[in-house]
């Protein structure tokens, strides 16, 4: 987004706009599989964003001749509902929409072991419903717990998560008010095992040991998301197992008697 000239100030005595010190991230609630049509889905709320993400694969890919002989073909579509934003967003797929639809891909690209499905598709679809600012990394997030809960096989979770640049001072996760009226804005996503960054950005002027400050606070941040993707994966997959053991215990029970 265009920076937009300054109003008044965004950090009054250590604390910002929405009340949040300079290291700390927004609440983040995960939900894992609330679309039943889609092969894996998830709902994230990052702040005031909310937004789904919805997988589709492996399956066969139209049109046909963007499959590949040796890998699959990974596609992701991010979009802003018209309702999503204060300002009124054009309903026809911007520039902007294509840039992060491809980020995202590159993001989540390479923790997909694509070439286990030769000739195949997997496509990711981003809704974002509700936006404040740190869509791409919410968005890259929530595709990454849908990527698994559509059982896709992969190296490592993706987390996301951006550091920027306010009233002189580097502060994690800047929500709308502070990536327009701000300095600068670093979204960043992580395979957490592996150390590997895949999404890396700057929108405006850092120095270099400011950019250094920003990148290492967002890998920070990245680390913080990675722990609740962690906890909402154990949370649907591990805690729901629970019942059904409980049931054949009980069944067990009953042939027994
Ligand atoms: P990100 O959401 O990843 O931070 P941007 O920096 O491009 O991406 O956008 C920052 C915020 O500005 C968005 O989260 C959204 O709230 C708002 N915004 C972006 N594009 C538009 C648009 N076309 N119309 C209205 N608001 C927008």
Redesign the pocket.
Known sequence: ?PKKAKSEKLIRRGVRTDGRKIHDLRNIKIEVGPLERADGSAYIEWGNNKILAAVYGPREVHPRHLARPDRAFFRCRYH?APFS?T?R?RPAP?R?ERE?SKVTRVALEPSILTKLYPRAGIDVFIEILQ???????AGITAASIALVDAGIPMKDLVAACAAGKIDGKIVLDLN?VE??EGDA?V?VAIMPRTGGISLLQM?GILSQTEFKEALELALEGCKQVYELQKEALTKAYVQEEAPVKDEEKSEGEEQNE
């Open positions: 987004m802003m934003t300002e967003k911007s902007r992060l936006s404040d600012g740190g869509t791409r990394c709308e990536d327009q804005d979204p929108d």
